[in-house]
């Protein structure tokens, strides 16, 4: 199955792809943490998508075709993947069209992960990271106990570099500009599904598994 995952910056995107990822043995491809893991071993390629990613800006779209041609070309993605965070333009949609249909393995569906803009705005500048455990957690929507036992283990709630109020508002911004016209772009293709994104994860994800029974 070949899926792609359109939803704003905080829509659950990456939440979900790991989700479906336990559920059918095929791997998540996120861009994000695929330029997040070039950057911390300050390779060429890293070093180059730094600085828009601090910004919040899209990082060129020949450098992450270049990491996504890369990512594909792995055995564990012969069978199947789940896009995350890409494509995020029209060029980088038609990029990965021409790359499919290359090698004659298109996509089967395109889930767009449909969330309230001001629900939106409390995950991003809520997401904190345990620096202990590792669990993603919110300071808005986590339950208190969770977030006491980061602390009470000696953690500390970090947030992601790209999480400030500045960045956010940008990325904001360009998934309104750029990524938001893909789902018109998508809707023509016949690939389209939408998923409301609001609740909890189980109720997501489910709503999420009958659009693609569907
Ligand atoms: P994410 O974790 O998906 O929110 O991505 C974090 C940052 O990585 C974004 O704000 C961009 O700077 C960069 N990035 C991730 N995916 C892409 C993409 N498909 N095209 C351009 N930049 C990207």
Do not use: W
Not at 30 to 53: N, V, Y
Not at 98 to 126: H, N, Q, W
Not at 174 to 202: C, H, K, N, W
């Amino acid at each position: 199955m070949r899926i792609v995952l359109l939803g704003a910056p905080g829509s659950g995107k990456g939440t979900h792809a790991q989700k479906l990822v336990a559920g059918h043995g095929i791997p998540q491809v996120s861009t994000g943490d695929l330029l997040r893991a070039e950057l911390k071993s300050e390779s060429a390629l890293g070093l180059r998508a730094k600085t828009d990613m601090d910004a919040g800006r899209l990082v060129s779209d020949g450098l992450v075709l270049q990491i996504i041609e890369r990512r594909l070309e792995k055995d564990d993605a012969r069978n199947g993947f789940i896009l995350d965070g890409f494509p995020r333009n029209r060029t980088q949609a038609e990029d990965l069209a021409r790359l499919l249909a290359e090698i004659e393995k298109p996509l089967d569906a395109v889930l767009l992960l449909d969330i309230d803009m001001e629900i939106l705005s409390k995950r991003l500048t809520g997401r904190r990271t345990c620096s202990v455990t590792g669990k993603v957690l919110n300071i808005h929507f986590s339950p208190q106990q969770d977030l006491d036992a980061c602390i009470a283990a000696g953690g500390e709630l970090l947030y992601r570099d790209d999480d400030n109020e500045e960045t956010i508002v940008n990325r904001l911004d360009v998934y309104e500009e750029q990524t938001r016209p893909l789902i018109e772009f998508y809707r023509s293709a016949g690939l389209l599904r939408v998923v409301d994104a609001m609740g909890t994860v189980e109720e997501v994800a489910q709503r999420m598994q009958e659009a693609l029974n569907s």
